[in-house]
C-alpha cells in the first residue's frame, strides 16, 4: 500500500472504527478479491467488538500489496458510499499535490545493514499472522516459530518481536535490512510497509 495511503487510514482511524460495520459484506469483499486471506477474516472476527473489529482490519490491510486501499474503498460502496466518496476525495487531494508521486525508497547503504530492535519493533506492529511465512523465508524452522508462538501466546506483535530477535542473533551481520525485503516479497507482502521505517 502508498505510503500516502496507509497515512490518510491512520489520520480517519478512530472514525473509521466508530462508523464501519466490518463484519458482513466489507470483510467477505476483501477475503473474495484476495486482499484478505482465510487466517485474516477468523483473526478479524474474533475481535469482541464491532470497534475492535474494524481497528484489526485496519491494522492489516497496509501490509496486503499495492491495490490493498483500492479494494477496501470498493468495499465500502454498497453500505458505506459516503465513506467511500470522503476517502476517494482526499486521497485523490493528495495525488495532486506537488511531490505525491515520489515513492519512497530505501538506500542501497540502509539495505546493507543490520536493522535495530527498535526498527524491528515497529515493523512487527504492522505485521499480521503472515509474520510466520516471512520468518521462514529468514530462515528460521517451524520449531523455532512455535517456541516463539507459546511464549507470548496471547499476543501477535511479542511472537513476530522475539522471532526477529532470534533470526539477528542467529545470523548477526547477515540479518541485513535487504533480507527482510526479500523476505516480505516472497511472502507476497508489500514491501512499502518498511518504507518509512528504514529510511
Known amino acids: ?15 473509521l472504527s466508530n462508523q464501519l460495520v466490518v463484519g458482513g459484506t466489507i470483510i467477505q469483499y476483501l477475503y473474495q ?10 483473526e478479524i472476527r474474533t475481535q469482541d467488538t464491532n ?37 476517494q476525495e482526499e486521497a485523490q487531494n493528495e495525488d495532486s499535490q506537488p511531490g505525491a508521486a515520489e515513492k519512497q525508497k530505501i538506500s542501497e547503504q540502509v539495505l546493507s545493514t543490520v536493522p535495530t530492535e527498535k ?8 505485521l499480521g499472522p503472515e509474520w510466520e511465512n516471512i520468518l521462514i523465508e529468514l530462515g528460521l524452522t ?19 518481536m522475539a522471532a526477529f530477535v532470534m533470526w539477528k542473533q542467529r545470523f548477526g551481520k547477515r540479518a541485513t ?9 516472497a511472502a507476497e507482502i508489500d514491501p512499502s510497509v518498511m518504507d518509512d521505517i528504514f529510511q
Open 1 to 15: 500500500m502508498d505510503v500516502r495511503h496507509k497515512k490518510l487510514l491512520r489520520k480517519h482511524r478512530l472514525e
Open 119 to 126: 526498527q524491528l519493533n515497529k515493523l512487527s506492529v504492522r
Open 177 to 185: 535490512v535487504q533480507c527482510l525485503l526479500n523476505s516480505l516479497q
Open 51 to 87: 470497534k475492535k473489529k474494524t481497528i484489526k482490519m485496519l491494522d492489516i490491510l497496509p501490509t496486503r500489496g499495492p491495490r490493498a486501499f483500492e479494494t477496501f474503498l470498493e468495499s465500502l460502496q454498497e453500505e458505506f458510499p459516503w465513506i467511500r466518496e470522503k476517502l
Open 33 to 42: 478479491e484476495g486482499t484478505l486471506t482465510e487466517s485474516h477474516v477468523e
Open 142 to 160: 517451524t520449531n523455532e516459530i512455535y517456541r516463539c508462538k507459546a511464549n507470548h501466546s496471547c499476543n501477535v506483535q511479542a511472537q513476530t
